[in-house]
Every structure is written in structure tokens, then in C-alpha cells.
């Protein structure tokens, strides 16, 4: 079974139309509220397809129902600003995993139960008990290096192959202008000044942009 990101996803169909390779499209769902009998049959109906292996319904099923499904994630997920509930997720975390637990559903769907009501009552259940699971362990802020991968980077920067010397001199130039958020969200102190130590070490024409941060 093929996985795919939701925007991969909708990428993925978006190209086939314009190729013309689709005739069909996601059937237009409200977000809220709830669905009229006759929508409800036809997501039945799509559903009975692509729970018989129909990829192509599959794909339009969880579009049609998306905007239900994300929203249900965002009610759930862990506030971002919340530095300590943070943990392992983020909002691409959360759009994957509904994708994730919408296509474990579709395949233990008995085919008999009506499909919106069985998908929403255990999706809601199954995709904060993930959640849950995520709260509590660290992780480096979104796009912030690792310290562990520090001494990869110092080796890239003090590499003789000039490319790899230029990619990792852009990352730490980017890495610049991430460090003054490190103690917004609560990273180590000692992992703060690990990052500044090493940009300081590397790029030492970088130091002025970062003056000040370790001493906040």
C-alpha cells in the first residue's frame, strides 16, 4: 500500500486531472454539520469501492472527507504555543496521521455499517490516543539541527569538497536566525549553547547576529 503526505496526495491527484486521467472528483462535503442522506450514500458508495481495492476511490473518499478529518486533528493536537505538549507532533505530524488511521479504518470496515458514522467515531478516539503517545518527547524545533548532528555539520563546514562546504555554511546561516527562538521553547540550556558555540566556531562573521541570545 502505497503511503502518501496529504499534500503529496493532493498533488498527486491534481496532476492526473490535468493530464486527464480522472474522470471523477472529491464529492463537495460541508466540513461541519451533518451530511444529507443522499451525500451519505454516496460516500457509502465510495467507500464500498475503494474498500474493495479501488485506489483511485480511496484517494477521492479521503479528500472528500479531509476537511472533517484535519479539523478533527486540529481540535485534538497539542497547542503549539504550549512548548510542553508539543512533544514528537507537529501540524504535518497530525495531517499524516489522519491520512494514516482514515486508510487503517477503510480496511477494517465491514462493508455493511454506514461508513461516516463508523469512520468519525473511531477516528476521533484512535487519532488521540497517537497524539497522546507523542506529548512528552523532545524534539528539536522544527528545522533546528539536532546537537548530535553538530560534529556532522562542523565536518561538512571544514570539508575540502566545496559544495558540501557551501550547503553546510547555509545551514548554519539559517541556523542563525532560528537560535533567538530556542528559549521561547523551552530547549536545554546547555543545547543553546552548544549551537551558539559551534556557529561562533564556524562562522565567526556570524557572531554579531547572535550576540546577546546566550546571555538572555
Known amino acids: 500500500m502505497a503511503l502518501y503526505t496529504t499534500p503529496t496526495l493532493r498533488e498527486r491527484l491534481h496532476s492526473?486531472?490535468?493530464?486527464?486521467?480522472?474522470t471523477r472528483y472529491p464529492l463537495d462535503l460541508p466540513p461541519t454539520g451533518r451530511l444529507p442522506q443522499s451525500q451519505l450514500h454516496q460516500v457509502h458508495e465510495l467507500a464500498s469501492r475503494a474498500h474493495a481495492g479501488d485506489t483511485e476511490c480511496r484517494d477521492l473518499l479521503y479528500?472528500?472527507?479531509?476537511?472533517?478529518l484535519v479539523r478533527i486533528g486540529n481540535i485534538l493536537k497539542p497547542w503549539p504555543n504550549t512548548p510542553t505538549l508539543i512533544g514528537i507532533w507537529d501540524y504535518d505530524d497530525v495531517e499524516q496521521e489522519c491520512y494514516l488511521i482514515f486508510v487503517e479504518l477503510l480496511e477494517t470496515w465491514d462493508g455493511?455499517?454506514?461508513?461516516?458514522?463508523?469512520?468519525l467515531g473511531r477516528f476521533v478516539w484512535r487519532l488521540r490516543d497517537r497524539i497522546l503517545r507523542g506529548i512528552g518527547k523532545p524534539r528539536a524545533p522544527r528545522g533546528m539541527i539536532p546537537v548530535p548532528a553538530s560534529s556532522m555539520l562542523a565536518l561538512l563546514v571544514e570539508s575540502d569538497q566545496p559544495e558540501?562546504?557551501?550547503?553546510a555554511r547555509e545551514m548554519l546561516q539559517d541556523l542563525v536566525l532560528k537560535l533567538a527562538d530556542l528559549f521561547e521553547l523551552q530547549v536545554e540550556s546547555d543545547s543553546i549553547l552548544h549551537l551558539i558555540s559551534l556557529v561562533r566556531q564556524l562562522r565567526p562573521d556570524l557572531s554579531s547576529d547572535i550576540s546577546g541570545v546566550d546571555a538572555a
Open 112 to 119: 455493511e455499517l454506514p461508513f461516516v458514522p463508523y469512520l
Open 16 to 22: 492526473h486531472y490535468h493530464k486527464g486521467e480522472r
Open 164 to 167: 558540501q562546504a557551501a550547503i
Open 63 to 68: 479528500l472528500s472527507l479531509q476537511p472533517r
